[in-house]
C-alpha cells in the first residue's frame, strides 16, 4: 500500500511510538525495583486461570454495586480488543500490500460485522461516560478531568477515524464490504455524493495515514494515563492476595530498623504497583464509611495521591536516597485521611483490579506509632491499659471472670482440659453488652451438650485494635502470651463471638508463628492445627443438627447487619440469615447495605477506642438503614456492632427498636 519512503516514514513512526510508551514503563518498573522486596508467589496456574476468566470474562466491572458502568465499561474494553485487533491489520497492511489478518475466512466476514457493532458501542460508551463525568458529577469522578477527557476524545476520534477509513475503503474497493454495515452506508452515502474515483483514493489514503496516527498517539498516551490499568490491572489481579483486607504482614521485630512506612520506599512493591494499577473508577470512595460519613479520608485518593509522589519524587526514589525523600505523613496522607479508617475493606471488595488499600494506611499507622510516637492522644490510655491489664478499659485482669457469677462455668485452670475453648474477649468480660453475649453462650452450649471451659482471668486481649491501630509490638506481645496459653492447656478448638478475635485467632496468629523463636517447630505445628470457630457457625450447625431446637416466632420482625470482619472479610453470610429465617420466615428483612456489601458500624480499625470528631458518626448513617427497614430487631454477631449500634438508635431517639446479638436472640428462644 505504501511506497518506499513512506514504509521507511512508518517505520519510524513506529519505533517512536514504541520508545514513546516504553519510557514511561520502564521508569515504572525501575521504581517498583526500588520497593520493598515482598514474596506473591503460590499456584500461578490458578492465579492465571482466575485472572484470564476476572479480565475476559469482566468480571472486575460487572459488579452489581455499578450494573450500568459496567456494562459500558464492557462495551469499550472489547471495543478496544476489537480496534486494536484492527489496528495489527492496519500496520502490517502498511507494509503489505492487500494483506488481511484473517484472510478470506469466515471469521474474516463475521468480524467485518464485530468492528462495525463494537464501533457503535464504544460511542455509546464514551457517551455514556462522558455524560457521567461532565454532566451527573458523582463525587467518585470529580479527579483527573483533564485525563478523562483526552481519553474519550482519542476513543472517539479513534473510532470515527476508522469507519471515515472504511468508507473510504469499501468505497474504492466494494469487495471488501462483507457484513460491514457502517462501512456500507457511508460508502454509499460517498458514492452517491459523485465523487471522482481519484478524489475517493486521496480519502483512502489520507484516512489510513489520519487513523493510524491517532492510533499511535493513542498508544504514547497511555502510559501517563489511567487508561494505563489496561496493562497493569490484570498483572495485579495476578498478584493479589484474597487474604489482604483481613490480614496485617506481621513485622519481624528483632530483624526490623524501620517499622511500617514512614517514605515511600518502605512500602513494598506490590504498593507501588497497586498505585500504578488503578483506574480511578471510585467505587472503593463509594463503599468507605469514612468518606460517606464526610471524613477526609478517600480511599480513591490514597493511591493516587501515593502514585503522585512516586512520580513527583522519582528522581530520589530511583537514587535511592530514602533520607532525602519527604515524609508520608502528613505531606502527603492527612492525620484525617490515615486515623479515620475503620478497615472495614468494602475498599477492595469493589476494587475492580484488587488494590490493597488497609495496609498501606496501617503500615503508615506503624510508622507513626511506633517510630514517631503520634497517634490520637485519647488512644495513650488504650495502649497503657491494654500494657498493664490487657483489657482496653484498664479493669483489674483478675476480674476478668467475675461476670461468671453464679453461672458455674468450668476455668481451664482448674480442669486443664476441654473440648472446646470459649474465647469471652474483652468486650464479653467487661462490657454490660458483651457479657450478656458470653452468658447466652454459656446457655447454648450447655443446652447442647458441648464441653467446653474459659480461661478466665489467665486470657488476654487477642490485640486486633493494637494491631490495627499500628502497635505491631503490643499486639505481639499479647499474642504470645494467648498463644503460650493454648499450648499450656493443648487447646485443638476456640470458639469466638467476636469477629475480631475470630479474625486474628484464625488468619494472623498463624502467620505470625513464622517469626516467633520461642515457639519449637512441633508447637508451632500444634499452634496452626488449632481450629478457630465463629460463634454463629456453631450456633448454625447446632440449629440445623436439632441440637438447638429454635421456635419461629411470627410476631418478630427481623434485619440482620453483617459484621465485616465475619461477613465481608470471612464471608459468613448464609449462615445467620439461615438462623434468622428459622426464627422469622416471613417477616425477615434485608438492610439498604448488606451481605458483602454491608456498612459499617464505625468501630473496625481500633476506632472503637478513639473519638469521632469529624463528618457524621458512621453509627448513625447504620442506624439510619436499620430504621428505614422497619425492623423492631436488628441482629449482629459482634459486640462491637452491637454497642455502636445500640447507642445509634438510642442517639435516633427510637427506643422501641432492640439491637441484640445473635446469641441472645437464640438464648431467647431456649426460655420460651
Known sequence: ????????????????????????????????????????????????????????????????????????????????????????????????????????????????????VFAILVLAGVFFFSIRRFVIRPKAYRTSVFDSGMIYLLLTTVTLSYLYFEAFLIASHPEKARLAFLGKFLAGAISSAGLAPATIASHFRFSWWLHILIVFGFIAYVPHSKYFHMFTGPVNVFLRSPESSREIRPIDIEKTEIYGAAKAVDFTWKDFLDAFACMECGRCQDACPAFASGKPLSPKMIICNLEAHLLRERNKVLAGKRDDLPALFPETFSPGEIW??????????????????????????????????????????????LETNSNPWGIGFAKRADWTGGLDVPLLEERKKAEHLLWIGCAGSYDQSGIRIAKSMVSLLRAAGIDFAILGPEEKCCGDSARRLGHEYLYQSLARENLGLFLKYGVRKIITFCPHGYNTFKNEYPRLLDILAEFTAEEKNRLAGIEVLSHVVVLHDLVRNGKLPVKPNPELNLTYHDSCYLGRHNRMIKEPREILMRHSPSRFVELKNSREHSFCCGAGGGLMWTEENLGQRINHLRSDEIIASGARTAVTSCPFCLTMLQDGVKDKERPEIEVIDIAELLAASLGS
Open 1 to 116: 500500500m505504501l511506497g518506499l519512503w513512506e514504509k521507511i516514514l512508518f517505520a519510524c513512526l513506529i519505533l517512536l511510538t514504541a520508545a514513546a510508551f516504553t519510557w514511561p514503563v520502564v521508569l515504572r518498573l525501575r521504581l517498583l525495583r526500588r520497593a520493598m522486596p515482598e514474596s506473591r508467589g503460590g499456584d500461578p496456574l490458578k492465579r492465571l486461570i482466575d485472572t484470564l476468566a476476572k479480565v475476559f470474562l469482566q468480571k472486575c466491572t460487572l459488579k452489581n454495586e455499578r450494573i450500568f458502568t459496567g456494562l459500558f465499561h464492557v462495551f469499550i474494553f472489547y471495543g478496544a480488543l476489537t480496534f486494536d485487533t484492527m489496528t495489527v491489520n492496519h500496520i502490517l497492511e502498511g507494509f503489505f500490500k492487500d494483506f488481511e489478518l484473517f484472510g478470506s475466512t469466515s471469521f474474516a466476514v463475521a468480524f467485518s460485522l464485530i468492528v462495525d
Open 340 to 385: 479515620t479508617c475503620t478497615t472495614c475493606g468494602a475498599c477492595q471488595h469493589v476494587c475492580p483490579v484488587e488494590i490493597e488499600h488497609i495496609r498501606k494506611i496501617v503500615s503508615i499507622r506503624q510508622s507513626e506509632t511506633l517510630m514517631e510516637s503520634r497517634f490520637p492522644q485519647e488512644l495513650n490510655l488504650f495502649f497503657r491499659n
